[in-house]
């Protein structure tokens, strides 16, 4: 059974950093792509950084130079460095796994991905 399981949301300030680590567990290939997606109230989810097992990310225009998507050595954790946060990031960030890789350009498309965490909440107070 694959799991997924989120941690290192929280309150920060404008300006402020939060780490993002997603635990998978279960999954059924060696090779795979990874990706954080978010959602605010009210907002579609959208797909903020992505990764795989190569090494390959692709990141959400919003937060391009601001965030930073890694993948275990072991390739069994997602981490996401949030830096420079914004109000704007305010949301529930959801860690996804998919079955297989994924090409870049496709790593921030929510169809792609079969797995996902419950979320863990980043609020940004200005």
């Known amino acids: 059974q694959v799991q997924l399981v989120e941690s290192g949301g929280g309150s920060v300030q404008a300006g402020g950093s939060l780490r993002l680590s997603c635990a998978a567990s279960?999954?059924?290939?060696?090779?795979?792509?990874m990706a954080w997606f978010r959602q605010a109230p009210g907002k579609e989810r959208e797909g903020v950084a992505g990764s795989d097992n190569f090494h390959v990310s692709n990141y959400a225009n919003s937060v391009e130079g601001r965030f930073a998507v890694s993948l275990g050595n072991d390739a069994r954790a997602l981490y996401l460095q949030m830096n420079d946060l914004k109000p704007e990031d305010t949301a529930m960030y959801y860690c996804a796994a998919a079955r297989g890789v994924v090409s870049q350009w496709r790593l921030l498309e929510r169809n792609e991905y079969t797995y996902w965490g419950q979320g863990t909440q980043v609020t940004v107070s200005s």
């Open positions: 279960g999954l059924p290939t060696s090779y795979y792509s």
